[in-house]
């Protein structure tokens, strides 16, 4: 790999296990890479040059570290939390940064996106205006979604069937609101999705559209427990969506920047619901690296430290993925401890097998009910070759178990691939 980063310093916020092979490949390009968060013992640090236990909202800290070793970048790969402080943090030392306050503001509270949706014409999950008396409200039909404003993870996320509920699912969402605010739309059961866009010196390239599948427990959504690439919505959502997202993009004035925007397929039309700006935390882009030879983690690096990026490093990646079948399982587990993770397939010998990472490990609590906490593992497999893939996809989700300390099976239930045949 080209040493284009030799000596270069790299501060990288969080040390998630997720982020482990980012900071691998930084390192491969020559980059000393310092990684910190308030934790001791993050994953990611393990694979740093250097780290440091400095929470990523303290900014001041951060700013004194990054003068002291003369930092040469910045970056906030897929940290939700971290997006405010990464921007102060570059703001301060006159680094790249590719998103401002204002953009990811809209892109990180869910009533900011509602109306910057409605403003763009496009699609949204219909919202229910909250006040005091909405408990009151006997003309409300159920059942109804209600979460925070700010929310990430499904944390705070409460489907409302009647309303004795709504009370306890108001406190829930605002005891999770960093702003204290919520929101609540009408409930759709459809299929969903999502589409993910990189935009580089103003050009924005669709790099993937995927549907997204999830475990369901008496009628209520667990976790996500799987993608598929390409969407079998694609082609309507090229005709009917992408340059209404396009234009939305636009309307924000961003120049550079991964994003990813979340919908329902609900009645022949796409409702949005949930936006990101940054990368996704479950290494969707190791997909796109292997299918279009473009790796947005390396692309996001080399603006933290150069502050540009040619656009012919990105050719190949607007719909690449529509050549390929690609499958992201993921493995989940019940609340509980984790005592053994059993895997009992030689990964490296399916031949559409691409990469994985674990989230979890043996010893680690399950604590969070309903949110990404149930998350063991996930898995990619691509190919031209479909049926090569979900051939091996049930290779793996048959040979992978998670364990408590008493041997009990607290796995979850997988996605099922065969409805692809």
Same mark, same amino acid.
């Given at each position: ?204 390239? #669709? ?5 997204? =599948?999830?475990?369901? +427990?008496?009628? @209520? $959504?667990?976790?996500?427990? *799987?993608? %598929? ?120 010998? #399916? ?5 994985? =990472?674990?989230?979890? +490990?043996?010893? @680690? $609590?399950?604590?969070?009910? *309903?949110? %990404? ?49």
């Amino acid at each position: 790999m080209n040493k284009d980063l030799k000596d270069k310093k790299l501060i990288v916020f969080g040390g998630l296990a997720q982020q482990i092979e980012i900071i691998k490949r930084a390192r491969r390009r020559g980059a000393h890479v310092v990684c910190i968060d308030y934790l001791a013992d993050s994953p990611g640090k393990q694979y740093a040059n250097e780290s440091h236990n400095i929470s990523i909202k303290d900014t001041k800290k951060i700013i004194a570290l990054a003068r002291r070793i003369k930092a040469d970048g910045i970056m906030n790969y897929c940290i939700d939390p971290g997006q405010k402080p990464y921007v102060e943090v570059c703001e301060a030392l006159g680094l790249p940064c590719y998103g401002t306050q204002d953009q990811f503001r809209f892109l990180t509270n869910k009533d900011l996106f509602y109306k910057l949706c409605v403003d763009n014409g496009v699609g949204v999950v219909e919202r229910i205006e909250f006040d005091e008396s909405l408990t009151k409200n006997s003309d409300l039909s159920y059942p109804i979604v209600v979460k925070p404003a700010d929310g990430r993870a499904s944390r705070g996320f409460t489907i409302v069937k009647e309303a004795g509920q709504l009370t306890d699912a108001i406190n829930h969402a605002l005891n999770n609101s960093d702003r204290k605010e919520l929101i609540i739309q009408e409930y759709v059961d459809a299929d969903q999705l999502c589409a993910k866009y990189y935009v580089n010196n103003g050009k924005i390239y #669709l790099s993937s559209v995927s549907d997204t =599948h999830a475990y369901f +427990k008496n009628s @209520e $959504r667990v976790c996500i427990n *799987g993608k %598929v690439y390409p969407s079998k919505y694609t082609r309507e959502y090229l005709q009917k969506a992408d340059h209404k997202i396009k234009n939305l993009i636009k309307s924000l004035g961003i120049y550079n920047g991964p994003l990813s925007f979340t919908a329902f397929y609900h009645n022949g039309g796409f409702k949005f619901f949930d936006p990101s700006f940054r990368l996704g935390g479950g290494e969707e882009w190791r997909l796109i690296s292997h299918i279009t030879g473009v790796d947005l983690s390396d692309i996001l690096t080399t603006y933290a430290i150069k502050g540009y990026v040619e656009d012919e490093s990105l050719d190949g990646l607007d719909k690449g993925f529509m050549n390929h079948f690609s499958v992201n399982p993921f493995l989940l587990g019940d609340v509980g401890l984790i005592g053994q993770i059993q895997i009992n397939c030689e990964l490296e010998k #399916l031949q559409t097998y691409v990469g994985h =990472h674990f989230a979890k +490990k043996e010893g @680690e $609590r399950i604590n969070n009910y *309903g949110t %990404v906490d149930h998350v063991v593992a996930r898995f990619f497999f691509s190919s031209k070759n479909k049926d090569n893939v979900i051939e091996d996809v049930n290779r793996l989700l048959t040979s992978i178990k998670v364990y408590d300390p008493d041997n009990n099976d607290i796995t979850l239930p997988f996605m099922d691939v065969e409805s692809y045949r």
